[in-house]
């Protein structure tokens, strides 16, 4: 699996969103938190603000109350108990007030308890100061007394509230220093926070950017490839569709429709409005053919006819397979060409081929024609001309004679000719059954085969190891006898003939004749000494029935060279001819050393 950089895979910008996300929450929750933060603050200045108000009134309750009492004591005026009679209720529901505002603090709710004691006690003795005066019964002494108690009372409610003013005062400072201290490093905090979101978005950006100028070339590279693949469709005579596996949904190029003689993009690409399009005889065969395309990762290749909108009947080959895309689904591509002219070939060599296999039967009766029926008078003709010979000849007039001995000279030739094509023809024919041979033997066999015609000429056969190699074991016997007896036939008339066979192993570039390729050969020359021949001519002598000698002057028929020739071919080797006149030839064969 490939492996791609963090940085330069779309996970990172995912990985970048969500950060960013993450940081823009975590800046909004500070934010809130700070929010609540002086909300709270602020709800405790205003508390502690109310209850120091409140405190206020407390106290200023009780002391109208001890202002009404004394002032009616002095005055003996019932107005002035107004006060003193209302500062019950009032006292009572400031008490109440600034207890529900300091419900959550355990001090100021003890506080309160004792401030209640000290206020219970300066209404009881107010009151019980009036009672006395109001039955008389209170002298001098006892209302001192009295007074000073309730002075003392008043001064403990005055220091109590006092008291709670300050705590109060001390519970905002400490809220108050939390608030900074929590302000303090809030703007640092969130500076930060939005500088690496900044970073995070900036390089989002830097990456977003650099992959849309990489989608850009992207696009204009597959623009470009698609034009070109759309022309090349035209070109080549094919068209491609595409089967998406997760929506079944079809999808065909716009050659697709032109194959089967449509406008592109002229209905709706489906199998069924292909199928339509389908000859008939080949409906059930291409449905066969196609309905494990979901099952199967390949679409094995396969021939068939459909029936173009202009009613023209064309041969179609389709095949696809199953392809994995970037996004993970998987889809089918599939290819339709038009092999109509392939076919019409096919059929064409196929009736050729049916046509040679008929000439070549033709060319086995000729064979057994001429291996038998054609031998058959030419044997009863050299038979009866060797009675006429050994009976009449002397009856015979020289003209006689003369026409007998062309006879026979001619009807020699004609069994050496048959004798030849036989041999071509069991070249060309005969199964080519390759097998290790050893190639000294093969030439010990040809030159013991010609012995008789060694030993008359006198002739020196010298040679070298020779290899051992995958072979035709009887052609190349055959083409030891050949190119030796071409030798010896060829041979100088005063002179004994000289044949050197040599072999060596050469790279294919050492020879010009040779392909270009890595391939090594073993080169086996055979050079005698005989009369040679112009060099113009080397090309000509391994035709078939070329002879660059009269018939008169050397015998032979033309064959011995051309079924060399074919031997060598068999073997995919070459074979080439240098001549010198009154000089000598070498032959070179080349046959594959692997």
């Not at 010896?488 to 270009?516: F, G, R, V």
Request: hydrophobic share 40%; proline share 3%; glycine share 4%.
């Amino acid at each position: 699996m490939k492996y791609i950089p963090l940085h330069k895979s779309p996970l990172f910008l995912k990985i970048i969103f969500i950060v960013s996300v993450a940081i823009i929450f975590f800046i909004g929750g500070i934010t809130f938190k700070h929010i609540t933060v002086l909300k709270k603050s602020s709800a405790w200045v205003s508390n502690s603000y109310e209850v120091n108000i409140e405190l206020e009134c407390l106290i200023s309750y009780i002391k109208d109350a001890e202002t009404g009492q004394r002032g009616y004591l002095l005055s003996k005026d019932e107005s002035f108990l107004t006060p003193y009679n209302n500062s019950k209720k009032l006292v009572k529901q400031s008490f109440k007030r600034v207890s529900i505002l300091t419900a959550n603090s355990r001090t100021q709710q003890s506080n309160l308890k004792k401030l209640l004691y000290f206020i219970n006690k300066k209404q009881n003795y107010l009151s019980k100061t009036l009672y006395l005066h109001e039955l008389g019964m209170y002298d001098e002494k006892t209302f001192k007394n009295n007074l000073i108690i309730e002075k003392k009372t008043m001064d403990s409610i005055r220091l109590k509230i006092e008291d709670m003013i300050s705590t109060q005062k001390t519970l905002l400072q400490n809220r108050q220093q939390d608030y900074e201290a929590t302000m303090n490093y809030t703007p640092l905090l969130i500076y930060l926070t939005l500088i690496v979101t900044l970073i995070l978005i900036t390089i989002a950006f830097i990456k977003m950017n650099r992959d849309l100028v990489l989608l850009r070339k992207t696009i204009n590279t597959l623009s470009v490839a698609n034009e070109a693949n759309n022309l090349a469709e035209i070109v080549g005579g094919f068209g491609s569709w595409h089967l998406n596996l997760e929506t079944n949904q079809y999808t065909f190029s716009d050659n697709e429709y032109r194959l089967i003689g449509c406008d592109p993009q002229s209905f709706e690409a489906t199998r069924a409005t292909f199928l339509k399009f389908v000859h008939p005889d080949d409906l059930e065969f291409v449905k066969q053919n196609t309905s494990n395309i979901l099952n199967d990762n390949d679409l094995p290749p396969f021939t068939y006819r459909i029936i173009r909108k202009d009613n023209e009947i064309r041969y179609f080959r389709s095949l696809g397979r199953i392809v994995n895309i970037a996004s993970g689904n998987k889809t089918f591509i599939g290819t339709t060409s038009d092999v109509t002219e392939e076919v019409y070939a096919k059929n064409l060599v196929e009736e050729r081929n049916r046509e040679l296999e008929s000439s070549n039967k033709e060319l086995t009766a000729f064979n057994y024609i001429a291996s038998h029926d054609l031998q058959e008078p030419l044997r009863k003709i050299e038979i009866f001309m060797s009675r006429l010979v050994s009976k009449d000849y002397a009856n015979l007039s020289p003209a006689g004679q003369q026409y007998v001995a062309s006879i026979q000279s001619s009807a020699n030739r004609m069994r050496v000719l048959i004798k030849d094509l036989l041999h071509f023809s069991r070249i060309n024919k005969a199964e080519k059954i390759f097998e290790e041979a050893d190639l000294n033997y093969l030439l010990e066999t040809a030159k013991h085969e010609l012995a008789p015609t060694i030993e008359e000429k006198k002739a020196l056969i010298e040679s070298n190891e020779l290899p051992t190699l995958n072979v035709i074991p009887f052609q190349i016997q055959q083409l030891f006898i050949n190119l030796i007896s071409n030798s010896l036939k060829y041979s100088k008339e005063n002179s004994s003939p000289t044949i050197k066979i040599n072999c060596e192993m050469i790279d294919a570039h050492e020879a010009e004749i040779l392909p270009d390729n890595n391939i090594k050969y073993y080169k086996i020359t055979f050079k005698d000494n005989g009369i040679g021949f112009e060099q113009e001519y080397a090309a000509k002598i391994f035709i078939l029935f070329n002879r660059l000698h009269n018939k008169n002057e050397y015998q032979g028929t033309g064959i011995g060279l051309a079924i060399c020739q074919k031997i060598v071919e068999n073997h995919k080797g070459f074979i080439v001819a240098k001549g010198e006149l009154n000089v000598g030839s070498t032959f070179t064969v080349y046959l594959p050393a692997e």
